[in-house]
């Protein structure tokens, strides 16, 4: 289900309080540490719900909030969430004997907890990712049950961003799916926070099954941004993510599969659809095949006919033969 919130509309005295319990209800209680300017308070948020998992975009506005006893009181349910920041921020979380101090760098990841205060401030309004994970779904994975004390993942390092392209793979494609698959989408991801937390458990294995799946989940996603490429290889990619080749092969081999033969069948899919479609009317073969990465015809050819049982030639003449058919007019047999 997709959710938004824009304050362009609210009466400028309602914003603050319309915006705290938007925020409570999705994501957990805040207290805003200054009360902004009312007529200049301009917070939304676009995001979606699937099952208990929350995933949004937030531009809140406040510089500096924070989340009080009072707040951790009045949320019955407690959470995980996990931000990725947008502008540096420095996040002070009361989790223990000592606060524990963070300073966010843009695209950095902060993984916490909901029975934790916490003092969030940042040089602009903030402006950062959220994901709200249940309970259920990750304490299996962490060792005790729970986050011993909450945790900064670099944006740069190698998990932060693998976690980053899948949480903006989940952004776009989950809402496309059914609520379950949606859920099931955000659920992978939870082996991989816990392993970047370095907090795995007694679910360990079913923290590295789940990292695994957001591994490649994050490959293919750029594998499919970057098709139209020709020059896309396991290096590149592998290098683009922040992984190994090696690691790249390895995620292909579980699911019986491999990197090539993955990029050329969603590129002969690509080629087809496109073949069989509007953008095709007008386009050569070769001009097709070549705009979606291929840089040899000779494969290309043997490739879809092994494929779709037939060359891509046929499949173009039978599509304009349809095209410039009159509508309602059946072809005579001769």
């Known amino acids: 289900m997709q959710i938004l919130?824009?304050?362009?509309?609210?009466?400028?005295?309602?914003?603050?309080?319309?915006?705290?319990?938007?925020f409570a209800t999705h994501v957990h209680s805040i207290t805003p540490s200054e009360i902004p300017d009312a007529g200049t308070f301009r917070p939304n948020a676009r995001g979606w719900v699937a099952g208990e998992f929350v995933i949004l975009?937030?531009?809140?506005?406040?510089?500096?909030?924070?989340?009080?006893?009072?707040?951790?009181?009045?949320?019955k349910t407690r959470t995980f969430f996990i931000c990725r920041f947008r502008r540096p921020a420095i996040w002070t979380v009361a989790s223990g004997d000592a606060p524990v101090k963070l300073a966010q760098e843009p695209d950095d990841f902060c993984v916490s907890s909901t029975e934790w205060?916490?003092?969030?401030?940042?040089?602009?309004?903030?402006?950062?990712?959220?994901?709200?994970?249940?309970?259920?779904?990750?304490?299996?994975?962490?060792?005790?049950?729970?986050?011993?004390?909450?945790?900064?993942?670099?944006?740069?390092s190698p998990l932060g961003s693998l976690l980053g392209a899948a949480m903006d793979a989940a952004k776009t494609q989950a809402p496309l799916l059914a609520d379950e698959l949606g859920e099931a989408v955000l659920r992978n991801l939870c082996g991989l926070v816990a392993m970047a937390c370095g907090d795995l458990g007694e679910g360990a294995e079913q923290g590295r099954d789940s990292a695994r799946s957001a591994q490649l989940a994050a490959v293919k996603h750029h594998i499919d941004?970057?098709?139209?490429?020709?020059?896309?290889?396991?290096?590149?990619?592998?290098?683009?993510?922040?992984?190994?080749?090696?690691?790249?092969?390895?995620?292909?081999?579980?699911?019986?599969?491999?990197?090539?033969?993955y990029v050329l069948r969603q590129r002969l899919l690509r080629c087809r659809d496109t073949i069989a479609g509007a953008t095709g009317t007008g386009r050569s073969v070769i001009d097709i095949a070549f705009g979606w990465g291929f840089n040899s015809m000779a494969t290309f050819y043997r490739s879809f006919v092994s494929e779709f049982g037939e060359p891509p030639t046929a499949m173009a003449g039978r599509h304009a033969a349809t095209i410039e058919r009159p509508h309602g007019v059946e072809e005579r047999a001769s």
């Open 5 to 22: 919130f824009s304050a362009d509309d609210l009466p400028p005295d309602d914003r603050v309080r319309l915006w705290c319990d938007f």
């Open 57 to 75: 975009e937030v531009r809140s506005g406040l510089v500096r909030a924070r989340r009080t006893a009072s707040d951790v009181a009045k949320d």
């Open 117 to 156: 205060q916490f003092e969030r401030e940042t040089e602009d309004p903030a402006s950062y990712d959220v994901l709200v994970i249940p309970q259920r779904a990750l304490s299996p994975l962490l060792a005790g049950g729970r986050l011993r004390h909450p945790s900064r993942i670099s944006g740069a």
């Open 225 to 261: 941004l970057h098709l139209t490429e020709s020059d896309l290889t396991p290096s590149s990619a592998a290098a683009a993510l922040g992984i190994s080749a090696r690691q790249l092969h390895r995620l292909f081999e579980r699911s019986g599969s491999t990197f090539a033969r």
